[in-house]
Nanobody, 123 residues
Framework: QLQLVESGGGLVQPGGSLRLSCAPS????????VGWFRQAPGKEREGVSC????????NYADSVKGRFTVSRDNAKNTAYLQMDTLKPEDTAVYYC????????????????WGQGTQVTVSE
């Protein structure tokens, strides 16, 4: 089964940092845009960031600009989301997805999804 696997979530205090990783199972990320999404309890899933195939174009939701950094290492077939200065409102399940276009507002643009990793920001 073709899917993505996220890792790196956990519990962190406000102001802290986490780095999420996203690795594919059964295919290579070389030909796909990677997007990061999150879903907080009781809320709809929202786009956080995406990065193009070459890694030279990125896009961020306004709520995370200046705090989160998306990157990819095609040699390692892995994408990352570095999250700094975390806030309680960043608490959510974070998902990575692979698709043809770096779009944050249309989740249907992504072909493959991971199961998600929990990020909790709390004292």
């Amino acid at each position: 089964q073709l899917q993505l696997v996220e890792s790196g979530g956990g519990l962190v205090q406000p102001g802290g940092s986490l780095r999420l990783s996203c690795a594919p199972s059964g295919f290579t990320l070389d030909y796909y845009v990677v997007g990061w999404f999150r879903q907080a309890p009781g809320k709809e899933r929202e786009g956080v960031s995406c990065i193009n195939i070459g890694g030279d174009y990125t896009n961020y939701a306004d709520s995370v600009k200046g705090r989160f950094t998306v990157s990819r290492d095609n040699a390692k077939n892995t994408a990352y989301l570095q999250m700094d200065t975390l806030k309680p409102e960043d608490t959510a399940v974070y998902y990575c997805a692979a698709g043809p276009s770096c779009i944050l507002i249309n989740m249907m643009a992504y072909d493959y999804w991971g199961q998600g990793t929990q990020v909790t920001v709390s004292e």
